[in-house]
C-alpha cells in the first residue's frame, strides 16, 4: 500500500553544514520527561572505531577550536580572521572506564582524562550520527539537576557525553575553545563534568551541557493519501457463504433475509521507513478526516476474523 504524508523537519550541526533532516512519512510527537532516570539504547547512535571512519559518516560535534590567521586584505593592512575547527567527540578506555574526549578536526587521537590524568590515544571511537537520524541536542545540567532523561552514556549509567564553555579570563586574551568535551560523572548527592583544559591539564565543572537524545513515544501520521492507482488487484475468488430458501406461505409481500457468518484472514502492513522505530503505537488520520484503526509501527498484523453477511 503506497501513500503519502507530511513530514517532521528539524536541524543537526553536522561537520561543517547545518542540514535540514526530512524524516518522512512519519511526524513525530516527543517527551522529555527529565526526572526519570533510564538509560537509552539508540538505533541510530553509534559508538564507531575510528579505524572505520571515512568521510561519509556524520560525527557529533561538541564545539569548535577557534584559530587566529592573518590575511592581507586589499589596502595591505594585516587584517586577523577566524577559522572554527570541529571538535568531534569521541571516547577511549582509559583507566579501565570508557570517558568521552575530544578529537581535533582531522587529527587522529582522542584527549580524555578522569581521576587527574591526562592522556591522547590513537586507538579510540567517534560518536557517529547515522544518516543524520538521531535527534540530539546539548541539554544544560548543573549539580542541582538530575541527569537528563535520554542522556548519551559512555559505558555505564552513572558516566555520560558532557561540554563545560571555556570562560574568558579578564587576564588573558579570547579562549582557544568554544567548549571542553568531557565526562559526566553523575551520582545521587552530586556530580562533576572532568575536561581537558588548553593547557593540557585536568579541569571539573559543576555546571555545563549533557547530550541528550530524544526518541519518539509514538507515531501520528496526518493528512494521510493513498495512492490507489497503484495498489495491487488481488484476484478474487467466489464462495459460497451458505444456502437458503425463502418461501411467504402468506397472504401478503414480506421483507425477507438471512445473515450468514464467515471467517477470513485479516492483513495489515504498512511499510517500514529508515531509521523508524518498529513497534511503536502509531495513529493514522487520511486528508479527508478518517481515522483509521491503530497499529504497532513495522509490525504486520495477522489474524483471522469473523464477520456477518446478509
Known amino acids: 500500500m503506497d501513500y503519502e504524508t507530511v513530514s517532521l523537519q528539524f536541524g543537526l550541526i553536522p561537520k561543517n553544514r547545518r542540514p535540514i533532516f526530512h524524516l518522512s512519512p512519519l511526524v513525530q510527537q516527543f517527551l522529555f520527561p527529565s526526572s526519570y532516570q533510564q538509560l537509552i539504547t539508540s538505533t541510530t547512535l553509534n559508538w564507531l572505531p575510528r579505524s572505520h571512519y571515512d568521510s561519509s559518516r556524520e560525527i557529533v560535534i561538541g564545539g569548535f577550536e577557534i584559530e587566529e590567521s592573518e590575511d592581507d586584505s586589499y589596502n595591505n593592512q594585516a587584517e586577523k580572521s577566524e577559522r572554527k575547527r570541529p571538535l568531534y567527540v569521541c571516547r577511549v578506555l582509559h583507566s579501565t572506564v570508557w570517558v568521552a574526549g575530544t578529537q581535533r578536526g582531522d587529527e587522529q587521537r582522542c584527549t580524555v582524562t578522569i581521576h587527574k590524568t591526562v592522556q591522547s590515544y590513537d586507538k579510540y571511537e567517534l560518536l557517529e550520527n547515522i544518516d543524520n537520524a538521531a535527534r540530539v541536542n546539548w541539554e544544560y545540567w548543573d549539580k542541582y539537576k538530575n541527569t537528563p532523561f535520554g542522556a548519551v552514556a559512555t559505558e555505564k549509567e552513572k558516566m555520560f557525553v558532557a561540554r563545560h564553555a571555556a570562560e574568558t579570563d579578564k587576564n588573558t586574551s579570547s579562549p582557544r575553545y568554544t567548549h571542553y568535551i568531557g565526562t559526566l560523572t553523575a551520582s545521587d548527592i552530586q556530580g562533576s563534568i572532568s575536561y ?43 464462495i459460497i457463504l451458505g444456502k437458503t430458501t425463502f418461501a411467504n406461505k402468506g397472504p401478503e409481500a414480506a421483507n425477507m433475509a438471512q445473515a450468514f457468518t464467515y471467517q477470513y484472514k485479516y492483513s495489515m502492513y504498512w511499510g517500514q521507513g529508515h531509521a523508524i522505530l518498529k513497534g511503536l503505537n502509531t495513529s493514522i488520520t487520511l486528508t479527508n478526516g478518517t481515522a483509521l484503526p491503530k497499529i504497532m509501527w513495522g509490525t504486520k498484523e495477522t489474524n483471522n476474523r469473523t464477520d456477518v453477511y446478509s
Open 196 to 238: 581537558v583544559r588548553d593547557d593540557g591539564t585536568e579541569g571539573t565543572a559543576k555546571k555545563g551541557d549533557v547530550l541528550v537524545e530524544t526518541e519518539p513515544i509514538y507515531y501520528d501520521l496526518t493528512r494521510v493519501k493513498l495512492n490507489w492507482p497503484k495498489k495491487r488487484v488481488i484476484k478474487r475468488t467466489p
